[in-house]
């Protein structure tokens, strides 16, 4: 069963252009819902993250858009730079598990200079 | 900047061998994790582990897994006799308030 899905599989943009990423769930119960960001070789790190009480999260050059009557979410990466060429999860966690997240199959980022 | 240590970076075993992953969490932390990725999938959820017992594990951690906190510092994932479908990259992880911090990985391949 997957419980969050992701896409697209892999994404190729412009050095400047918006990156998207799309991602649902299924699980009403979900209440955290992060992006992380995984470079070849390193443990994914937490780039950025929302609760559905807001629907939208901005930090510097990513934002994360929430729709949760659509169940879904999505990262966006402005002004996308070759550094940002790595592979991102979505994932979602409900608050009564204590950190088990359901993470999405992933894409790979790919910004050409 | 604090960071979830693990060792070793790369492990091979032959089929049948008990395997131990060690992971150093962040000194604060008292929720502990432990995450495989397969080559190529998604993370997946093994087991978390808060005050010296497993909180939760999903399917995969069957009887083949246990952790383990043996010296209040080292977080550690047994793997009693491994298989050829445990060759993945085993993450630890560690949290204090719910940010995950996970570690580098360790490399599993089971031949």
């Known amino acids: 069963q997957q419980q969050v899905k992701q896409s697209p599989q892999s994404l190729i943009v412009q050095k400047g252009g918006i990156s998207i990423i799309n991602c649902a769930y299924e699980n009403t119960a979900f209440d955290y819902f992060p992006w992380y960001q995984q470079f070849p070789g390193k443990g994914p790190a937490l780039l950025i993250a929302?609760?559905?009480?807001?629907s939208e999260k901005k930090e510097g050059r990513f934002t994360i858009s929430f729709n949760k009557s659509a169940k879904q979410f999505s990262l966006h990466i402005m002004d996308s730079q070759p550094g940002d060429s790595a592979t991102y999860f979505c994932a979602a966690d409900r608050g009564s598990t204590l950190g088990r997240l359901y993470f999405g199959r992933g894409t790979q980022l790919t910004v050409w200079p | 900047e604090p960071e979830v240590t693990q060792t070793p970076s790369h492990q091979v075993t032959q089929m049948g061998q008990e395997v131990i992953l060690r992971c150093v969490p962040i000194?604060?932390?008292?929720?502990f994790y432990w995450y495989r990725q397969i080559l190529g999938q998604k993370v997946e959820f093994l087991v978390s582990?808060?005050?010296?017992?497993?909180?939760?594990k999903s399917e995969i951690f069957d009887d083949q897994f246990s952790v383990e906190r043996p010296d209040g510092s080292n977080f550690t994932l047994k793997i009693r006799s491994t298989k050829l479908e445990d060759s993945a990259m085993y993450f630890c992880?560690?949290?204090?308030?719910?940010?995950?911090?996970f570690g580098e990985g360790s490399r599993l391949t089971v031949l």
């Open positions: 582990f808060y005050n010296n017992e497993i909180s939760e």
């Open positions: 000194s604060n932390h008292l929720y």
């Open positions: 929302i609760r559905p009480d807001v």
């Open positions: 992880a560690s949290s204090g308030h719910g940010e995950l911090f």
